[in-house]
C-alpha cells in the first residue's frame, strides 16, 4: 500500500466542494498547476477491451473513460434502422463511483442529454452511408469525472470508432476553453467549471478543420468567445497528435508481428 500522501492546501481546495477564493494566481498560474493555455497531462491506449469490436482507454487530469463499440451490426430494435444508412447508437454514462456523492446508476437527463450530444458530434465524421439499416454502438462509460468530460468522452469513442476499423472522413477530438477570474483558459477541470464563468466545449475534425460541437455555459463577449473557441481548438490539435501516436502504437506494433 501507498503511504498517504499529504494534500496541497491547493489540492484540498480543488477535491472539496468548497469554493476557492482565486482560480488563478497573480503568475498566471491555475490551481493544478497549470498555465492558462496548458491541457492536462493526457493518456491514452487503443484495443484495451477484446471483447468488443473497438476500444479506447483515456486518462486526462483526473478523467478515466473508458468506450466500447459494437458493429456495424443489424439495427434493432428494427423501427430504429434508416435504409440509406447506419445509425449510431451512444450512450454516455457516469458511473457511480465517478464523483465524489454516489451517482444513481440509472441513466440522469444530464447522462441522456450527453448522450444526445456526443452521438452528432460524431456521425459527420463516419461513413455512415457504407451500412444501411446497421447500427453503431458506442458505451462511454465515466470512471471518473473531473470536469470535461463530454470532450473527453468525444475524443476517447472517435478512437475506439477507429480500431472498431469504422471507416471515417476524420478523427473527431473535443476539447473546451472558458473563462476563470477574468481570463480564458483551456481545459477546464471540474473546479474551474463549476467556479468559473464561462465554458465552451468543441468537438473538431482536424483534418477537414470542421467543428462537429459547439456549446456555451455562462457568459462571454464576442471578442472572449472567439479567444476561447481558437483555444479550444489549439488543444484539439494537440490532443489530435496524441489520437495518432495511441492508434499507431497499436497498429504499427501489429503489423511488425505479422511481419516476423
Ligand atoms: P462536462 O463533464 O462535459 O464538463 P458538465 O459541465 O455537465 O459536463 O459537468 C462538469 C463536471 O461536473 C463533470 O465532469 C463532473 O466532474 C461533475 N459532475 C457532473 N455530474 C455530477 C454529479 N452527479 N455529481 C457530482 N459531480 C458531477
Excluded at 498547476?33 to 486518462?59: F, H, I, Q, T
Excluded at 486526462?60 to 468506450?67: F, R, S, Y
Excluded at 447500427?135 to 477507429?162: K, N
Excluded at 457568459?219 to 489549439?234: G, K, Q, Y
Amino acid at each position: 500500500m501507498k503511504a498517504n500522501k499529504k494534500k496541497t492546501k491547493k489540492e484540498t481546495e480543488s477535491l472539496s466542494n468548497k469554493k476557492p477564493e482565486t482560480l488563478i494566481d497573480k503568475k498566471g498560474i491555475r490551481l493544478d498547476g497549470r498555465k492558462l493555455d496548458e491541457l492536462r497531462p493526457v493518456k491514452m491506449e487503443v484495443g484495451v477491451l477484446p471483447n468488443a469490436d473497438g476500444s479506447a482507454y483515456l486518462e486526462q487530469g483526473k478523467n478515466k473513460i473508458l468506450v466500447g463499440v459494437y458493429g456495424p451490426k443489424e439495427a434493432h430494435p428494427r423501427h430504429i434502422a434508416q435504409q440509406d444508412r447506419a445509425v449510431i447508437q451512444c450512450r454516455y454514462h457516469m458511473a457511480p463511483f465517478s464523483v465524489d456523492e454516489r451517482k444513481s446508476p440509472a441513466p440522469s437527463r444530464r447522462d441522456v442529454e450527453l448522450s444526445k450530444v456526443i452521438r452528432e458530434a460524431l456521425e459527420p465524421a463516419v461513413f455512415l452511408e457504407y451500412y444501411p439499416k446497421t447500427s453503431i454502438q458506442v458505451y462511454i462509460e465515466i470512471l471518473q469525472a473531473d470536469g470535461g468530460t463530454r470532450c473527453a468522452g468525444i475524443t476517447t469513442a472517435a478512437l475506439a470508432l477507429a480500431d472498431a476499423g469504422i471507416p471515417m472522413r476524420d478523427l473527431v477530438v473535443a476539447c473546451a476553453a472558458g473563462k476563470a477570474d477574468g481570463k480564458i483558459i483551456v481545459d477546464l477541470m471540474d473546479t474551474e467549471d463549476k467556479v468559473g464563468d464561462a465554458d465552451v466545449p468543441v468537438a473538431y475534425m482536424p483534418n477537414l478543420d470542421a467543428v462537429t460541437l459547439l456549446q456555451m455555459d455562462g457568459n462571454l463577449t464576442v471578442d472572449e468567445f472567439e479567444t476561447a473557441l481558437n483555444m479550444a481548438i489549439e488543444g484539439s490539435k494537440q490532443l489530435y497528435a496524441k489520437q495518432k501516436e495511441a492508434l499507431k502504437l497499436k497498429y504499427v506494433a501489429v503489423e511488425e508481428v505479422e511481419e516476423e
